[in-house]
């Protein structure tokens, strides 16, 4: 299964349904480069399924090529997103500004180029990462969820955390091509230097035939429409 034997498995950190257009479950490097720990990292959308394309936003093609979009017209953003594991906070980096709108062949550039030419040394992490946080699951397994949005993060450096805790929302800060949730395991808490761990989602659903499908300790490819629901003991 492309490099992704005995992953490690964490929940699905969203709720309700969800695409992932960047995933190991269709290729390594998931990203297309083994930097900043993104080797088996997954991004996660909202699309609209029953549009031609299958759209991440509200308005028309023409808008959101030529003119952009406003980040609230995007199904995504702001919605919760939820810790995959127990662990504490190790990082919490919050105050990153978003840009209002996207803007297809800037923010493109920009991804490519942050992708694969940032420097360490250098080159401010956030401008990559934008507000994210970093849970340290067990030692040398670090979970990392990343653009979220401006002002969401509520969880603070040292708290204990529990799987399925909302730390913040979906955004558009760092690196972000359009509002989405980059989510990936590493063996360290320095994203600048860490190295990617492979890691699957204990259960979701896919849709399959007109029909949701239970999934155990899944990887989703690019074209799964998949779904987690809100689990009964986060609503007691």
Known sequence: ??????????????RGEWLSPNTPGTKVPSHGTNQLG????????????NRIGNPAYRVGLMQYLFSGVKLSDYYCWGQEVYSPCDGI????????????KTNLLGDMSNAYKNAHYFDPEKDDI???AGNYVIIKYSENVYAALCHLQTGSIQVSVGENVAKGDVIGKVGHSGNSFAPHLHFQLMDSCDIATANGIPCAFEEYEVFQNGNWKKVVDGIPTNTDRIRFQQSDTETE
């Open 126 to 128: 956030q401008s990559v």
């Open 1 to 14: 299964m492309l490099e992704m034997s005995n992953p490690i498995i964490v929940e699905f950190p969203l």
């Open 38 to 49: 993104t080797r088996y990292a997954y991004d996660f959308i909202q699309v609209d399924w």
């Open 89 to 100: 906070v190790v990082v919490a980096e919050d105050g990153y500004a978003e840009n209002a």
